[in-house]
């Protein structure tokens, strides 16, 4: 009697409990970014819709296909590269997340390139 008496409070216990994580894996797939100016980086601001970047930085316009890994990994290919670089894919890690965006490591191609930058969400 004991013993069910006691899985009877544990299950009330346990399903009265609410879980304050919510389900954000979504945050960064879609919406409007921005790659502060600094750190080797120009201000660039970002769209991403479905499977699709769009890159502002100065007078330049870019489109990148954005292939999600998982929620902490992605790959970016330019549509239209101008110059070999650009038909390496560049290769995001998030590595933390932060209030208002993450902060990320990019390689480029198969090299041993890599830079460290930061992201915001503004919308």
Not at 1 to 6: A, I, Q, V
Not at 86 to 111: A, C, E, H, L, R
């Amino acid at each position: 009697m004991k013993y069910l008496f006691s899985i009877l409070i544990l299950t009330i216990v346990l399903s009265s409990c609410e879980t304050a994580i919510k389900d954000s894996s979504d945050q960064f797939k879609i919406g409007v970014f921005e790659i502060p100016s600094g750190k080797g980086f120009v201000k660039e601001t970002i769209i991403r819709k479905d499977s699709i970047q769009i890159s502002k930085y100065g007078n330049q316009i870019d489109t990148l296909s954005i292939k999600w890994k998982n929620n902490f990994f992605y790959t970016l290919r330019y549509i239209n590269p101008k110059t070999d670089l650009q038909k390496d894919p560049m290769f995001v890690q998030i590595n933390t997340i932060n209030k208002n965006g993450y902060d990320f490591t990019v390689k480029i191609g198969f090299s041993k390139f890599s830079k460290k930058g930061t992201i915001l969400k503004l919308k």
